[in-house]
């Protein structure tokens, strides 16, 4: 679990150290989360020459998710923190919360008739073709 803490957090450390860098405003958390998903897509490669790798990774990671909630905490005491902000800009952020909420329902679901449709489709067609015979 060490060990693959210590991968994570490096992944981290090297997103924030190219981000800072090269001054790029994509924050370093995110970026050091694409170079650990390039990572662990490469991972296939390392498991054959080290078989304990991989498991231990994703053992870490299913103990992370499972105590996601308490990674809310400082984020909510920055939120506390900052309550002028929000008493500024609050209808703002409202409104920026329920309409990107809206947006992100509305395009969920057109994608998902979308892919029904085409999934769908080639189902019936397959179904229809079982039928002639």
């Known amino acids: 679990m060490i060990v693959s803490l210590t991968i994570i957090l490096l992944c981290q450390l090297l997103g924030e150290v190219v981000a800072r860098g090269f001054g790029w405003s994509l924050p370093g958390p995110v970026l050091g989360m694409l170079i650990l998903f390039v990572f662990l897509n490469?991972?296939?490669?390392?498991?054959?020459?080290?078989?304990?790798?991989?498991?231990?990774?994703d053992s870490t990671g299913k103990g992370l998710l499972a105590h996601l909630s308490l990674l809310?905490?400082?984020?909510?005491?920055?939120?506390?923190?900052?309550?002028?902000?929000l008493?500024?800009?609050?209808?703002?952020?409202?409104?920026?919360?329920?309409?990107?909420?809206?947006?992100?329902?509305?395009?969920?679901?057109?994608?998902?008739?979308v892919v029904s449709r085409l999934s769908g489709s080639a189902m019936e067609t397959a179904e229809e073709g079982k039928a002639r015979d």
């Open 42 to 57: 490469l991972r296939d490669r390392i498991r054959t020459k080290v078989p304990e790798f991989g498991r231990t990774l």
């Open 87 to 113: 008493a500024d800009y609050g209808v703002g952020l409202a409104v920026a919360l329920v309409v990107s909420t809206f947006v992100t329902l509305v395009v969920t679901v057109v994608a998902f008739v």
């Open 72 to 85: 809310f905490i400082p984020a909510s005491v920055g939120v506390i923190q900052r309550l002028d902000v």
